[in-house]
């Protein structure tokens, strides 16, 4: 029941900014996770930032750090993702993911450092030339 739908992204050149955005529905409870993933072919599936609606908190994987924000509106029930200062590195498939039910902060973080969560987006593809 729970689904995910992403929009956005798209090209950009280095120092440029895309904003991805997660329309989310289906949840049935208050506290769960919310989280923005990026993926290479060959390469595992791994976490760029994470909102924790119980606390709330969010993280964030250090290669993003003060260029990507993560934020959840939650009358609109949205996810978004402003990415700022683009690199090259940062091309990728992006996949917002997400898990159901009540989760501790503990749980949460380690489902997305996992990249373990149960619902995904469709992805979206993100490019960045030098």
């Known amino acids: ?3 995910l739908v ?3 992204g ?3 050149q280095a120092g440029g900014s895309l904003r991805l955005s997660c329309a989310y529905s289906g949840f049935s409870y208050s506290t769960y996770c ?4 990026r993926q290479s072919p060959g390469k595992e599936r791994e976490g760029v930032a ?3 609606t119980g606390a709330p908190s969010t993280r ?3 290669s993003v750090k003060g260029r990507f924000t993560i934020a959840l509106d939650i009358a609109n029930k949205t996810l978004d993702l402003q990415m700022n200062n683009l690199k090259p590195e940062d091309t990728d498939m992006y996949y917002c993911g ?4 009540y989760k501790t902060e503990v749980e949460c973080e380690e489902r997305w450092t996992e990249a373990g969560v149960n619902y995904w987006g469709q992805g979206t593809q993100v490019t960045v030339s030098a």
Request: hydrophobic share 40%.
């Open 1 to 3: 029941q729970v689904q």
């Open 6 to 8: 992403q929009s956005g």
């Open 10 to 12: 798209g090209s950009a």
């Open 34 to 37: 919310l989280a923005w993933f």
């Open 50 to 52: 994470l909102f924790y």
């Open 60 to 62: 964030y994987t250090d």
């Open 98 to 101: 997400a898990d159901d039910g």
